[in-house]
């Protein structure tokens, strides 16, 4: 059967203009130049799949599924179409379903960095963390450059409460990017949790020069000078994390807890009347609350002692 070699090309440059618009994040103009091509030939998988990403862009989920099974049933060899179907099943968390598109999208290419990377996230979120480090180890087995996979490794370590490995993770990833401020702060958390709480303050501190605005370091931070009994400059982290966030719970909930390690116990009461806004359901926050209500004693903490690490 012959073709109309200038109705091809029409098609192409109409594709063409998509993906540029596309790239340059205009998903609305793609959409446009996609639906010209599709007009043109409705039975081009490429075409449909890149429709589904830019209406995945635009967070219009269910039109994008849509589309990903349009491009499946026309070519059930084609790979973009059932990767992009598993993104936008993630996107909607359903995560059992994503993972068997992620490992069709294997199966037609099995050395994509993308697909293990992302099934990597969702073996995360389902708590699968043996799984979801096998992923992430093939990711960096293909890239070991990939900075945003070296810190979901170390994230899962933690997880795991394999703090040594965690450790060994971030140091590798810091050769890589040694000024990077959330593996400093990763790093930092995960010496917290190690009792190394000197070195802990050096990584949390250089994170802070780089980058003052991550809640998590101050609120780690925090937590360390907590633990050497610095109360007074443990206090001045958690206005921080606070400042950062207004409706932090734990926030709330240290800056309590060190109050009361002050004796500072009606500032404290506010804080846990707080955490108790926020969240209704805090066992901790109910048992401070109800002692330093019934208690005169300025030394409640010690009574009920419950400092969360993280």
Known sequence: MFKNPFKTNKIENWYEKGLISANKR??????????????????RADILSSKALALYALEKYEKALNYCNKAIKIDTNYYNAWYFKALVLNRLKRYEEALKYFDKALELEVQDEAVWRNKGNTLKELKMFDEALKCYNKVLELNNKDFYTWNNKCIVLILLEQFDEALKCYNKALKLNPNNAYFLNGKGFVLFNLEFYDEALKCLDEALKLDPDILETWGTKGNVLNQLKYYEEALKCYNKVLELDPNDVNGWYKKGYTLMKLGKNQEALKCFNKVLELNHDDEDAKKYKEELLSSKDENVVSKHSNFRMQ
Do not use: Q
């Open 26 to 43: 205009e998903y609305y103009e793609a959409i446009k130049y996609f639906d010209k091509a599709l007009e043109m030939d409705s039975n």
